[in-house]
């Protein structure tokens, strides 16, 4: 017999995630109180720093996640970009979990198109640079190049915690960028959000 699963995926439609009516319980930023064994000092003073946080759960069960799924800073935006705003993403030194995490955007659960967000295969192209990773030496050109290509207006966006502050093993990128979306790795809801947060007034 013949497995007709085409069939069954047409007759559901897409499933594309509810957002921006509906939010999804996912666990992001962490709170509590007490000892914490953290390897990056993400948290001091019992106050939870996003920016340097791995994920790696060595503070459990004194720190715990609180459902709330924004952890991004958002340092500047540019309405220019309120109708169409293009990404051309680096990977600087990352272990690839960001750039998985950024790849969802374009699946039909996020559709990261149905806000005006695209992907470039160049940054002549580009209104935003998306910089995953630890900064690497030999990366710093290649960093520099892309940027200089970039039109005006342009915009940084750091993603990830090893971008911001080069999380357990470096150095953080020293750029000044738009929005830091921070996580080891951040979600795809958690990015696309971010991204459309810098396209408004």
């Known amino acids: 017999m013949k497995n007709w699963w085409f069939i069954r995926g047409l007759r559901k439609g897409i499933m594309t995630e509810k957002y921006p009516k509906e939010l999804p319980e996912w666990s992001t930023e962490i709170q509590g109180q007490g000892n914490a064994n953290c390897p990056t000092n993400a948290i001091k003073d019992e106050k939870w720093i996003k920016e340097k946080c791995i994920f790696c ?30 990404l051309y993403p680096i990977d600087s030194g990352s272990c690839g979990g960001c750039n998985m995490e950024l790849k969802l955007l374009s699946s039909p659960e996020y559709d990261m198109t149905r806000f005006g967000i695209f992907f470039t295969n160049t940054p002549r192209h580009a209104d935003a640079l998306i ?29 990830g915690a090893c971008a911001i ?29 971010a991204l459309t947060r810098v396209k408004e007034k």
Request: net charge positive; charged share 25%.
């Open 165 to 193: 502050s080069g999380g357990i093993i470096g150095e953080g990128i020293p750029l000044e960028a738009a929005i830091e979306i921070a996580g080891c790795p951040p979600n795809p809801f958690t990015i696309l959000e």
């Open 57 to 86: 759960r060595r503070c459990y069960p004194n720190y715990k996640p609180n459902l709330n799924p924004r952890i991004y800073t958002v340092k500047k935006t540019q309405p220019l970009f309120k109708k169409s705003f293009y």
């Open 131 to 159: 910089i995953m990773g630890v900064l690497t030496e030999k990366m710093k050109e290649v960093l520099r190049k892309a940027y200089d290509a970039m039109p005006e207006p342009k915009v940084i966006i750091l993603l």
